[in-house]
């Protein structure tokens, strides 16, 4: 009788545990189907977002919002799975809870600055302030947006050069990818020339490069001429702006000092350059001495 109850307990016991087992790989492959689900889920809600619109910055603000709902959706799974798991293995999760809540009182005192972050990371997706594919200026620093996370923002610079900016140390954004943008010009010319006439060119030059196959469709609006901006040491400065789309200004500015550059050229306007005028002087009479024997001297 004693080994027949002792096979029967350990019968029973390989029983439990095989269900345990069981339960937990189930638990597990669930969570797996559910972490695939996500993957495959979340792009294929953004495709369909993004074809019920045609502006580009809703695009860009879907795809990061996709990203970060990715990595939310994978954490979550991913707890309760954990929790699930600890269940089925008999180890209550209440305490665990209840340590958790300690020690993440206690790490949140220590790390202000990581809560900081992710509390503004979230304000910044929220307000679509900024979002991948953007060209900012944020503390300081400026560039391509490779990467926008609840935690920081990765910008690439002009020079290549990849910079990680924590979201709490953010106070202002400045976005050059929306709408639309200026190219803004200042142009120097020397104080002989005819003002009006420079004028005449810089409305040529613009509506060259309004009817040019390639820059034409970067262009929104004629060219703003502001008019005489400043008197400068060595020249009049003449100032005017161009309506462009998006992260164009820089290529539209190019071309326009260009083809600017070849016309005054052609048509003999002086961009001037500093002059130094050398005075050598008065003779006790009151006649200047010849500038070489100044020289000379």
Do not use: C
């Not at 979230?122 to 953007?134: A, I, K, P, T, W």
């Not at 005489?228 to 400065?237: E, H, P």
């Not at 200047?288 to 001297?297: E, G, I, N, T």
């Amino acid at each position: 009788m004693d080994m027949a109850a002792l096979f029967v307990n350990e019968l029973g016991a390989w029983r439990g545990l095989s269900q345990t087992l069981l339960r937990i790989v189930l638990i597990l492959v669930i969570a797996w189907v559910m972490l695939a689900l996500s993957r495959r889920t979340i792009p294929i809600l953004r495709k369909q977002l993004q074809k019920h619109t045609h502006d580009p910055d809703q695009h860009k603000r879907l795809e990061t919002l996709g990203r970060v709902l990715r990595y939310i959706a994978a954490v979550v799974i991913s707890l309760v799975t954990v929790m699930l798991v600890l269940s089925e293995l008999g180890i209550s999760i209440a305490p665990i809870l209840a340590s958790a809540g300690i020690v993440g009182l206690a790490i949140g005192f220590g790390a202000q600055s990581l809560v900081k972050d992710y509390f503004s990371g979230l304000f910044l997706l929220l307000e679509n302030q900024v979002h991948q594919g953007d060209v900012v200026e944020v503390a300081g620093l400026g560039g391509l947006v490779e990467e926008v996370t609840l935690r920081y923002i990765r910008l690439r610079d002009y020079e290549g050069n990849v910079h990680f900016i924590p979201n709490g140390s953010i106070t202002t954004v400045t976005n050059r990818s929306r709408g639309y943008a200026y190219a803004v010009l200042d142009i120097g010319i020397a104080y002989r020339e005819n003002i009006e006439a420079v004028f005449d060119v810089i409305h040529q030059v613009a509506s060259e490069i309004r009817a040019d196959e390639t820059l034409g469709p970067l262009i929104l609006d004629e060219v703003d001429l502001a008019g005489v901006d400043a008197w400068a040491d060595s020249a009049v400065t003449v100032r005017f702006r161009i309506k462009v789309l998006p992260l164009q200004q820089w290529t539209v500015k190019r071309a326009f000092l260009l083809r600017l550059k070849n016309e005054f050229d052609r048509l003999g306007i002086e961009i001037p350059f500093p002059h130094l005028t050398l005075y050598p002087g008065q003779a006790r009479d009151g006649s200047a001495p010849p500038l070489y024997l100044a020289m000379q001297k």
